[in-house]
């Protein structure tokens, strides 16, 4: 029955197809790198919906990265006329939060619960310890953060972790003490949305047997790079904990074990093999067409993986020709290797009129840790080439932007002690070291915010506080009926963070983004809208909720409200504020990379985030022994195949160009090093290569034991990741023939909760309207119009 002329399927090849159009059980593919995967999992969806076998709302698909969900959307947007953003597409983090905001309640968590960084988590856990006298030489506070980053993957709470010894006990009493402050400050960290989300699934029967009813299909990218906790959440939904599978949907993974790069970070390639055994996976199919790469670079690929033990197999052939040889190049310096990295550029790129002539875009420079793109970043400048960073310092984890968004979330929640502690006395307003661990004492004592906790304070220590938790309170007075972009504004004034900067030497810079974050939320507000997918359900209405949006050939694509981040309350009708769905954005946005588009630029990234994408050149640079393989990774055996798998992911990124390069001393982290070339030259087909410098014999021999090692260290230098093209066309919203909610500002109604109040400002329109109202004994609340009964008094 399967439509063999559908043109879905026509650009694809037997087994693409067959993996296409499989019946509803669970399935493995399992292929190398450029085989089709990700297009036959987009394929998949389309297929699925244009024939009729599941709604949209039917189909949970997850990636890794913001950047390939939106890749994903904008595939399946130019297939089919489907309302891409209502559905339930992005990345683990991404999908957890829309749950938790659907279920907030369920979850025991505030209705505006905001998003913990990593750094924020690094800080809270510092000042955890010290309060707690906790001696940072002997627990390092990340790894402290470590400890419990790990734990949670692990799906424990600190009542299940074994303790064996001592500092066992210590760790997990830290782990303790850091869960009730995220909870009493409503905040959660980034394990903590996916752990709550998968308890809330598992303990919960009715929510289960909801979502497990809901989600026909759930298809999953780049499968081997989950973790424990990870896998046990895309489990649930299709078994309960007693093993039982109710509801019959199908779960496709999608992934290559020789991509696999995130052992670091808990990923275990075993997931691959337990999926098969735990779900009885019916299907399994492999793709070794490879429609990417020439084969030179494919031999260089698959001759180098085969290095490592213990693969799954898989082979991997391309009916391209050889293509170019792949280059490599031998520079003194690492200056002189970017100088030459951009000469090379200058030949590929069309606007010299020169043979290949690729757009710039399509030319990426790959690096194994972020400190090495500076020297890069100085040559592309000087040349005037324009170019666009990814990873790195990213614009929502700026200082000045930290500082700014510190001070919104203290209008959201006084109560986030993190983000007090932040701008307390930033900008300086005289309020010390000593007064502040006075207030943190006086707090625990009470155990209550610092926030709370300042009213107790006395002398003149005490009266800052005070006038800094008043000036708080006051602009939260002044914002009420403001728009986002009007409170960022104000906020921006009135904290004094844009005087403090102008009186710096270098705070020119800092004075723009902090303008630009302005411009950011309103484009938020006009891109995002607020919808009503999410709205929560009271429990004994999901299992009968219709949850399916038929497809609409007359919606437009892609220009629909995303109901993300907003679930009205469904007896109330409370919904969050503008002001916290955009914070919840901007913690979930700093965690990934920023979409390109716009200007035409070449890109810069690091291996780790170049995966699942590709560039017609690709510039692999400093490759030598300590930085790639990294240091780090050379102890052990395991390492050292992690590093070769990431250097297979580089290599696979190229379609047309490879170049490999490395220098003979390079200037990292403030000191000389003298290089080894890269063992991964060894284990290239010489016949695939050709040396654009004489192929010395290796030299060296010292290289070993400088730096501080390398990992995914964040150069701050890597500034330029921030792409301001990116708001400049916001879509505009679709403007619905809206229902009349007969509602204006300044009308007195009553809500049969909160009683009565005034309508302090309404937004959107239609259903999607919301009203601020100020209740005379509740205070102010968001209310979603289509949900909360307001009636005019
Ligand atoms: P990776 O492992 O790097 O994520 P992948 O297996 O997901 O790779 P895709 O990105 O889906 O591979 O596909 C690689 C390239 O090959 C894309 O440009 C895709 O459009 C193209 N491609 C895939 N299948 C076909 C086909 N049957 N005919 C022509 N081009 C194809
Ligand atoms: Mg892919």
Not at 163 to 181: C, N
Not at 217 to 242: C, G, M
Not at 707 to 712: D, L
């Amino acid at each position: 029955e399967v439509p063999a002329e559908s043109p879905l399927l026509q650009s694809l090849n037997p087994e693409q197809r067959a993996a296409v159009t499989l019946p509803p059980e669970h399935a493995l593919i399992l292929a190398g790198a450029g085989s089709g995967k990700t297009r036959v999992l987009t394929t998949r969806i389309a297929w699925l919906l244009t024939t009729g076998q599941v709604s949209p709302g039917g189909i949970m698909a997850v990636t890794f990265t913001n950047k390939a969900a939106k890749e994903m959307m904008t595939r399946l947007g130019a297939m089919l006329p489907v309302n891409v953003r209502g559905m339930w597409i992005g990345t683990f983090h991404g999908l957890c939060n829309r749950f938790l905001r659907a279920h907030y309640k369920l979850a025991n968590l505030p209705q505006s619960f905001q998003i913990l960084d990593t750094q924020d988590q690094l800080s809270a856990i510092k000042r955890l310890m010290k309060q707690h006298g906790v001696d940072e030489e002997r627990f390092p506070p990340k790894e402290v953060q470590w400890f419990i980053a790990g734990c949670k993957e692990d799906g424990q709470r600190p009542k299940d972790v074994p303790t064996r010894t001592e500092e066992d006990r210590r760790r997990v009493e830290l782990y303790q003490l850091y869960e009730e402050r995220c909870q009493r400050e409503g905040v959660v960290d980034f394990g903590e949305l996916m752990l709550r989300s998968y308890e809330l699934l598992r303990d919960n029967d009715a929510v289960r047997a909801h979502y497990q009813r809901r989600f026909r299909h759930i298809l999953v990218d780049e499968f081997q790079d989950t973790n424990r906790l990870q896998y046990a959440w895309l489990k649930i939904f299709a078994f309960n904990p007693d093993g039982s599978a109710p509801a019959g949907n199908a779960v496709l993974a999608v992934g290559d074990d020789d991509q696999s790069i995130y052992a670091f970070r808990g990923a275990r390639v075993g997931n691959m093999q337990d999926f098969v055994r735990e779900f009885h996976v019916a299907h399994q199919i492999k793709l070794e067409q490879n429609y990417r790469s020439y084969s030179n670079i494919l031999d260089s690929a698959n001759a180098l993986i085969s290095h490592n033990k213990g693969r799954l197999g898989k082979n991997l052939r391309t009916d391209q020709g050889p293509g170019e040889p792949v280059r490599v190049y031998e520079a003194p310096t690492d200056l002189a290797e970017a100088q030459w990295l951009v000469e090379e550029m200058r030949h590929l790129a069309r606007d010299q009129g020169t043979e290949p002539g690729f757009a710039k875009r399509e030319i990426a420079v790959l690096y194994r840790s972020n400190a090495q793109s500076r020297v890069i970043e100085t040559a592309l400048f000087n040349a005037g080439v324009p170019y666009r960073v990814y990873g790195g310092l990213r614009f929502f984890e700026r200082a000045e932007i930290k500082h700014a968004l510190a001070y919104l979330r203290l209008l959201e929640n006084p109560n986030d002690d993190t983000s007090f502690l932040r701008v307390v006395n930033f900008p300086p307003r005289g309020i010390g070291a000593r007064t502040i661990e006075q207030l943190q004492d006086a707090a625990r004592a009470a155990g209550c915010s610092l926030h709370d906790a300042v009213s107790a304070t006395t002398g003149k220590a005490g009266a800052n506080l005070g006038a800094f938790v008043a000036k708080i309170d006051v602009v939260r007075e002044q914002t009420q009926d403001l728009s986002l972009r009007e409170i960022i504004e104000l906020v921006l004034q009135h904290s004094g963070l844009v005087d403090h900067y102008r009186s710096e030497k270098d705070g020119a810079e800092r004075i723009e983004n902090l303008e630009e974050l302005a411009s950011a939320a309103e484009s938020f507000v006009m891109q995002e809208g607020f919808g009503r997918d999410a709205v929560a359900l009271p429990i004994d209405e999901l299992s009968q909720s219709p949850v399916s949006q038929g497809l609409d050939p007359n919606q437009p694509i892609l220009d629909q409200p995303a109901p993300d981040y907003v679930a009205p309350d469904a007896e109330t009708g409370e919904t969050l504020s503008p002001l916290a769905a955009f914070l919840t954005h901007a913690a979930l946005e700093a965690g990934d990379n920023q979409a390109s588009a716009g200007q035409d630029a070449v890109q810069l990234m690091t291996v780790h985030s170049a995966k699942g994408l590709e560039f017609d050149a690709v510039f692999v640079t400093g490759l030598e022994e300590g930085l790639f393989p990294s240091e780090r990774s050379m102890a052990d055996y395991e390492g050292l195949e992690e590093e070769r798998r990431l250097m297979y992911v580089a290599i696979t990124r190229a379609r047309k160009r490879l170049y490999l390069s490395y220098a003979q001393t390079r200037l990292l982290h403030g000191q000389t090093r003298y290089n080894v070339r890269s063992r991964f030259f060894d284990e290239l087909p010489e016949a695939a290569l050709k040396w654009l410098t004489p192929k010395n014999q290796n030299f060296g021999g010292s290289a070993f034991g400088f730096g501080t090692g390398y990992g995914s260290t964040r150069s701050p230098g890597a500034q330029r990741d921030w792409n301001p093209d990116r708001f400049a066309n916001p879509p505009v919203p679709v403007q619905k023939a809206a229902p009349s909610h007969g509602l204006k500002s300044g009308m007195q109604v009553f809500h049969t909760k909160f009683g009565e109040g005034t309508v302090i400002s309404i937004e959107g329109q239609g259903d999607d309207a919301r009203a601020q109202v100020k209740f005379n004994r509740h205070g102010i609340k968001w209310l979603a119009l289509a949900v909360a009964k307001l009636t005019p008094v």
